[in-house]
């Protein structure tokens, strides 16, 4: 595998369901984000990660919750979701010091 | 606080005409620029990006762009448009120093018209 990686590729879901989208970066960086990305709504950063430490939390629902076990892997676990979650969701990594990051090919999310 | 606009979120052009997007920011510290590119059910791939070096900036596929600090602009420009370009484009911008989120316009969404 190369570049950065995202599982599953498409996810349905009910709003009871608990469910888990991963990602996982093959370039050595030591920085992970996740964005949501809904139609006709500009790209959402959502969780910030930098050393596997949490360094932003853009205001995001408690139903969402990240996990950073370490450099090469992010995970966001989802719990009672609502329809309006439905969206694209999309990772992305960079190294410390630089900006350009590198965007995996996302999880299509839709809640039922 | 950083913001990018895109204008027109849709555009239009003859297959080898010239492709134009817009791009204008507000940031309060020097920006770090990007434009990225995002086929149908696919992630963003990076263009090309301005960090304070060169005010003309050339990216892959034959995209560059121009940071004019006074218009606070950085438009997308490729001389000769190929059916292979059409795609979303989004302009980021970011702060810089390293694990900073980008803040992503809108999106334009660039027809090719045969």
């Known amino acids: 595998e190369t570049g950065v990686t995202q599982t599953p590729r498409h996810l349905v879901m009910g709003m009871t369901n608990k469910k888990s989208l991963k990602c996982e970066q093959h370039l050595g960086h030591n920085a992970m984000y996740w964005y949501k990305q809904s139609a006709k709504k500009p790209l959402e950063l959502m969780f910030v990660y930098s050393l596997e430490e949490r360094v932003e939390n853009n205001s995001v629902p408690s139903r969402f919750s990240p996990e950073c076990p370490n450099s090469s892997h992010l995970f966001l676990h989802l719990h009672t979701l609502q329809p309006e979650d439905s969206a694209l969701y999309l990772c992305?990594?960079?190294?410390?010091?630089?900006?350009?990051?590198?965007f995996g090919p996302g999880t299509r999310l839709t809640v039922l | 606080a950083q913001s990018v606009t895109q204008l027109g979120s849709h555009v239009s052009v003859s297959e080898g005409a010239l492709v134009l997007l817009r791009c204008n920011y507000s940031?309060?510290?020097?920006?770090?620029l990007f434009w990225y590119v995002q086929y149908p059910n696919q992630g963003l791939q990076l263009l090309l990006k301005?960090?304070?070096?060169?005010?003309l900036v050339k990216g892959i596929n034959g995209f560059e762009a121009e940071f004019k600090k006074s218009e606070t602009s950085f438009h997308l420009t490729k001389p000769s448009a190929h059916m292979s370009d059409a795609a979303e484009y989004f302009c980021a911008v970011t702060s810089g120093g390293g694990a900073d989120g980008l803040t992503f316009g809108k999106g334009t969404h660039l027809i090719i018209q045969p």
């Open positions: 301005y960090t304070s070096a060169a005010t």
């Open positions: 940031s309060s510290v020097p920006p770090y």
């Open positions: 992305a990594s960079s190294q410390r010091g630089h900006d350009e990051q590198f």
